[in-house]
């Protein structure tokens, strides 16, 4: 943590009374957007301290209201079903003066959240059966929030899964050039471009109520549970900045692009990348399970297809990012955003060699079969 970073931080702590000794301080260095940074304090309580990119939510004031609609929402659901408000949603601490945000003398945004203690965060599930514990989380959230007026949210990235949008961006990205990359990214740019009509899948659903709007939250990977260290079930569900309106096609599809990979997100070796159909099945099962009635029939048919198309799009925006100078994913090589596309890229053309194998695992586990 650079000396300016690390004053920027006490600066933002300062306008949290409750946070009366700074004990130690240490750098989150997972997830690709935020600069995180857990606070203990010295009455031993512990806090999670954020600095939000401005560069991706344009507006934190936003992205802010959506997170406090949405955790007071889901307080009053787990209340009522006798669960522990404390630890299965976020809490939100307010400054001073009664603020969600804390602005620094940089103009840089800060939020500060409650620590929930004795979980843990893994980056992948180790097993079948943590992977469906994990799909149960997010199908519970889902459930969860089945009546929050998904209208009322603000979009806190513009069209983030509106996937015609997002390959109109690498159009221009490829046009531009503006880093001089597009000739070592040819076959990757070609790849998406020649499934240019399936794009609009979930655009055009979505606008003709074919399946329903809802509140989604857009990052489903493994590591956005906060997990039991006792019970090693789900707790909570964490890093709701992508809170938004959308399909649950969304959600479940980020899933099975980040955890049911054989592949680390940004494998070099694209031999190495497949898509695991029993993890495939383990999510499935696990999220049919929890999401229940939620979901409508026309939803429970189209889950391969949303697995299929947030893999491309994911594909599109690293390509994309690439081509434009690696301003939006924080990168740690030359070349990662173009590993990592290249990886979406070979896990789309993997799941298509195993279509019929994801709708039969779909039909198996659907309405009346479980």
Not at 88 to 115: I, Q
Not at 170 to 178: F, I, P, S
């Amino acid at each position: 943590m650079g000396k300016k970073t690390e004053e920027l931080l006490k600066e933002a702590i300062s306008a949290y009374p409750f946070i009366k000794e700074i004990k130690e301080i240490e750098r989150n260095e997972t997830g690709h957007i935020n600069d995180t940074f857990v606070v203990k304090a010295g009455d031993g309580r512990s806090y999670i301290m954020q600095r939000i990119n401005d560069f991706v939510f344009k507006n934190p004031r936003e992205v802010m209201e959506n997170i406090i609609g949405v955790t007071q929402f889901l307080r009053e659901v787990i209340v009522a079903s006798g669960g522990d408000p404390e630890r299965e949603t976020l809490n939100v601490m307010l400054t001073e003066t009664g603020d969600p945000l804390f602005t620094d003398s940089e103009g840089g945004a800060w939020r500060c959240f409650k620590l929930i203690e004795d979980i843990v965060c893994l980056e992948h599930a180790s097993s079948t059966k943590q992977f469906r514990s994990c799909a149960r989380s997010f199908g519970g959230f889902l459930r969860r929030l089945e009546s929050y007026p998904a209208e009322t949210l603000h979009e806190t990235i513009p069209d983030f899964h509106n996937t015609p949008a997002r390959l109109a961006a690498l159009k221009r990205a490829v046009e531009a050039d503006v880093m001089g990359r597009r000739s070592e990214a040819a076959a990757e740019i070609d790849f998406i471009l020649s499934r240019e009509d399936e794009c609009g899948y979930f655009t055009t659903r979505l606008a003709s109520g074919e399946i329903p709007l809802r509140v989604t939250h857009n990052d489903t990977k493994f590591n956005n549970i906060l997990i039991d260290k006792a019970s090693g079930e789900g707790v909570c569900i964490i890093d709701l900045d992508t809170i938004m309106p959308g399909s649950a096609l969304y959600d479940f599809g980020d899933a099975i692009r980040s955890g049911a990979n054989r592949a680390e997100e940004d494998e070099r070796e694209l031999s190495k990348v497949a898509l695991n159909l029993e993890l495939f099945e383990a999510y499935t099962r696990g999220y049919l399970e929890a999401a229940g009635e939620a979901l409508t029939e026309a939803e429970i048919d189209a889950l391969p297809w949303g697995a299929k198309i947030i893999t491309l799009e994911c594909g599109a925006r690293f390509l994309t990012d690439h081509l434009e100078g690696d301003h939006y994913f924080k990168t740690s090589r030359e070349g990662h955003n173009l590993d990592r596309a290249r990886t979406q890229l070979a896990l789309v053309a993997d799941m298509e060699k195993n279509w019929d194998k994801m709708l039969a695992i779909v039909e198996k586990h659907g309405p009346g079969r479980l």
